[in-house]
């Protein structure tokens, strides 16, 4: 089992950035995959980017420049830095853990555990 907290989201004006932070805990948490997903109101939960346990990294192709998911093994916490943030980016952010490592996962039924969401709202 793993268990998922989430933190950093709050409200921001446009053009600004936040960090969000996951920490997980329970026996397997070093060594799973790690990802971040966004839902906004009305649409499907979308990927963001992911991490293994050696920090390779894959990210959605139209979040990559302005979001960087980054890892401390040590601390078993994943992070998400957005910068450049735009209204669009308005949604609640999801961490969440993959217990395959083979290939990469970018939809939310092949991943095993979720925390419990924290809101992002950029205003325009």
């Known amino acids: 089992q793993v268990q998922l907290v989430e933190s950093g989201g709050g409200l921001v004006q446009a053009g600004g950035s936040l960090r969000l932070s996951c920490a997980a805990s329970?026996?397997?948490?070093?060594?799973?995959?790690m990802g971040w997903f966004r839902q906004a109101p009305g649409k499907e939960r979308e990927f963001v980017a992911a991490i293994s346990r050696s920090n390779n990294i894959y990210y959605e192709d139209s979040m990559k420049g302005r979001f960087t998911i980054s890892r401390d093994n040590a601390e078993n916490t994943v992070y998400l830095q957005m910068d450049s943030l735009k209204p669009e980016d308005t949604a609640v952010y999801y961490c969440a853990a993959d217990r395959q490592s083979v290939t990469w996962h970018t939809r939310a039924w092949q991943y095993d555990y979720w925390g419990q969401g924290t809101q992002v709202t950029v205003s325009s």
């Open positions: 329970g026996r397997t948490a070093s060594s799973v995959t």
